[in-house]
């Protein structure tokens, strides 16, 4: 994937987080999948009185993804403008996105500062089962 794409991939996850509704933390979280044809989805995290139910960004743009037909992604990007470091997917998060991504998909993820994280879905979560059990 060339750079200039996750570029665009990570400009979409920028304008999902502004779409944030983080009343309780504050903390607004953008992202962004590229579907295999080429058409992008994105999520902002959803807050919630009750606590644990707030729905995390990630989770937010695969379920548009796949509630919208699609369900294989080549790339993810994620924006949490709110911290100047990069801050990663949470470990739900990882799990549901390996149900729909290649352990080899690139994945961004930035704050506000310069420092931004390129790594892949087989970095973030190493010996899923759904991989390995189906590799033969
Ligand atoms: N959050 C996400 O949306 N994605 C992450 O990867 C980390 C955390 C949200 C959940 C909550 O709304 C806020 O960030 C603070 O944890």
Redesign the pocket.
């Known amino acids: 994937m060339k750079d200039t794409q996750m570029d665009a991939l990570f400009q979409e996850a920028q304008r999902a987080a502004a779409f944030a509704y983080?009343p309780y933390?504050n903390?607004h979280?953008g992202a962004a999948l590229l579907a295999e044809d080429g058409t992008v989805f994105s999520g902002c995290?959803v807050?919630n009185r009750s606590f644990g139910l707030?729905i995390?960004?990630?989770r937010n743009a695969v379920v548009q993804a796949v509630a919208h037909g699609k369900r294989s992604f080549t790339a993810l990007a994620?924006s949490t403008p709110d911290s100047a470091e990069p801050?990663g997917?949470?470990g739900a998060?990882r799990q549901v996105l390996s149900e729909f991504m290649p352990p080899e998909a690139p994945v961004r993820f930035a704050g506000s500062g310069p420092n931004r994280v390129d790594t892949t879905m087989g970095e973030l979560l190493p010996y899923d089962s759904l991989h390995d059990l189906t590799k033969g």
Do not use: R
Request: glycine share 0%; with cysteine; aromatic share 6%.
């Open positions: 983080a933390s903390f979280v995290n807050e707030t995390c960004a990630e994620i801050v997917p949470c998060c």
